[in-house]
């Protein structure tokens, strides 16, 4: 993988991708040393709409913004095809940073299920209600978790 770096600076990564609370960051295909430009920014208390789709964090990278105490308002994450594992989902699980989420989309990563059952026993994400692991599979917290197949 090469380190080529496209952002310098978080300023670099913000520019013209904040909507009023959403950060939108789809596709810039940053990776997890350039994250840390973000995981270091106090701006990003002000953001409670975060999409990532589309880029290169890996479980690094989600570990590194699972510990992001700057997440604490984010309701709504998108994951999309990040090359996020188990492993990643379950430093998510474990956040004590990203007790507002609501809603998370983890779609086209390589997850196998141990991941997804820490989602389901997590204790720190206590308002996430909706999480979409693959297409056609959303699972829902209605006095419990129930999975409904889409299609």
């Known amino acids: 993988m090469s380190k080529t770096v496209k952002y310098e600076t978080v300023e670099d990564i913000f520019n013209g991708r904040l909507r009023g609370n959403q950060l939108m960051l789809s596709g810039i295909h940053i990776g997890p040393e350039e994250a840390r430009l973000l995981w270091n920014s106090p701006r990003l208390k002000e953001v409670n709409w975060l999409d990532l789709d589309d880029n290169n964090l890996g479980d690094e990278g989600v570990k590194d913004l699972a510990k992001c105490e700057y997440l604490t308002n984010v309701q709504y994450l998108n994951l ?9 989902i379950r430093f998510l699980a474990q956040s004590k940073n990203l007790a507002k989420l609501k809603r998370l989309h983890l779609k086209n990563n390589p997850i196998k299920g141990e991941g997804v059952v820490a989602l389901f026993d997590s204790q720190m994400l206590e308002n996430l209600s909706t999480f979409q692991v693959n297409d056609g599979w959303t699972c829902k917290k209605k006095e419990g978790w129930r999975y409904r197949p889409q299609g």
């Open 80 to 88: 999309n095809q990040n090359g996020v594992g188990d492993e990643g």
